[in-house]
């Protein structure tokens, strides 16, 4: 069965099984990375309900809110219930603050150096060992949990540590194989770690409640392992490296990508990255993008929460809305871009500054109106949704933009924007909390929303202005080796002509002298 599996794989087109593999890598990751958050609810009993929480809006006759503003929690979608005489913790709300935390402190730093790491080692090797320790690290889990808190902290750092290679190493593998006409929609398979997350917090709660909450470490666990050897088999750091490419396949990619894909072992021109505006145009951009996303998922429930009195974050399927509609329409844009490219109808500087409308522009107005929306939790979700999905145009402007300015260093690109960007996780919540400080009106909200648009807003305007989709110099180091050479050669052949003129000046003089003396 696994020899004919195999072979159904081997028939199909190795971009298309690339495909599939990004997409499903970022899928695992995800899922490893927010099981957590829903294995706790099993793990720590929950505490007596509190009913003197009340929101700014009142019930009333809209027969809306009636159906989804003040329903029970419960009524919605259960914490998934620990089996019979399943271990339980008696963890703090500090304590489960730092285990789910604990991912994000070390996430960033290895964001940082993924990319280097695949573009020195190969995106392959990279991604499939980060992932294989993630597997193991997840079956650690329970083992950690029933140590103490603090062992849990510990393997929730080291996935973290792991995870952090593996978006960095996806984008070098895209700017290695994926042809520029079809680059769009091979980043849209980025937007695989949405259903991961959805799928995720679907499946775990049965798996807790008939097995108990170690299962819902273990089976994820099992499926990475089974992922790994597809990503081992199907996977290969470059088309003229994969063993079962047809000829065809492989000169259509090599001669789309041209001399734009160098491999080098040295380290990145740090220099002329960090001093490229186009480079900080890309960055600045890339934050409020990710400005945007954690405002999303950490502001909007809060709001809905604590003005609307509707607790979205626990509403089933209402709660995968916006990241569901994120992915969808991340996948439609890819392709309207890839489809505008290959017509040559817009320049691809042209495409990423048009769509930061749709990616930026749009989803920071969309936040505005949402502190006008009232007491309608249907208008609130529906704006948070449309919101969450224009921003799938990202596929088409930050989050593809490194991959034009240096393919050779996109996964380094990549990397230092999100270890940039992640800092928008602290600081999202930090504002919220300063003027919410004194209440949850509607006015003391919208301070926050009027912040978090104008990040996304602004940060599209700096982009138009100085971005673009043009390769940078800096992208070609043997170039910049070949013409630093040049230069040094120019410099040494001019001070020998300079010296070889003095010599031979000073030696006519001396032929002269002679000549009169005799």
Known sequence: MAVLFVKVFDAIPVRFNLWIMLFTSCWIIYMLRVNMSLNLIAMVPRPPKNHTIQSQCEPRDDVTNETLH????????????????????????????????????????????????????????????????????????????????????VVRFFLGLAGGFVYPALHVLVARWAPPAEKGKFVSAMMGGTL??????????????????????????????????????????????????????????LDALGDKI????????????????????????????????????????????????????????????????????????????????????????????????????????????????GCSTALSVSLITMSMGFNGAATLTNLQNHQDLAPNYAGTLYGIANFVGSTAGFFTPMITAYFTRNGNSFEQWRPVFF??????????????????GNIQQWNFPNEIADSKEDKEKNGDLKHMKTSATKNGDGKDDKETSLNVNS
């Open 70 to 153: 003040h329903v029970d929690i419960t009524d919605i979608r259960e914490a998934p219930r620990q089996v019979p005489d399943g271990t339980t913790f008696d963890w703090s709300t500090n304590q489960q603050a730092l285990i789910l935390g604990s991912y994000f402190w070390s996430y960033p730093v290895t964001s940082l150096i993924g990319g280097m790491a695949a573009e020195r080692w190969g995106p392959r090797y990279v991604v499939l060992l980060s992932t294989a320790a993630s597997g193991v690290l997840t079956a650690l889990s329970p083992i950690a949990a029933t140590i103490n808190d603090v062992a849990l902290v």
């Open 196 to 253: 991961g997350t959805v799928v995720t917090w679907s499946l775990a709660g049965p798996l807790i409640e008939k097995f108990g909450w170690a299962s819902a470490f273990y089976v994820p666990a099992v499926i990475t392992f089974a992922w790994c050897f597809l990503w081992w088999y199907l996977v290969a750091d470059a088309p003229i490296e994969h063993p079962r490419i047809s000829d065809t396949e492989r000169k259509y990619i």
């Open 262 to 373: 160098q491999k080098s072992k040295g380290l990145p021109p740090f220099k002329s990255i960090l001093t490229s505006v186009p480079f900080l145009a890309m960055v600045f951009i890339h934050y409020g993008n990710l400005w945007g996303l954690y405002f999303i998922m950490t502001v909007g429930p809060k709001f809905v929460s604590s003005v609307l009195g509707f607790e979205l974050s626990a509403a089933g399927v209402i709660s995968a809305l916006p990241y569901l509609a994120r992915m969808f329409l991340a996948a439609i844009f890819g392709v309207i871009g890839d489809c505008i490219l290959s017509r040559n109808m817009m320049t691809t500087t042209t495409i990423r500054k048009f769509f930061c409308l749709f990616s930026h522009i749009i989803p920071g107005i969309l936040l505005v109106l949402l502190v006008y929306a």
């Open 451 to 468: 912040i978090g648009a104008s990040v996304y807003v602004v940060s599209a305007i700096f982009f138009i202005l100085f971005g673009t």
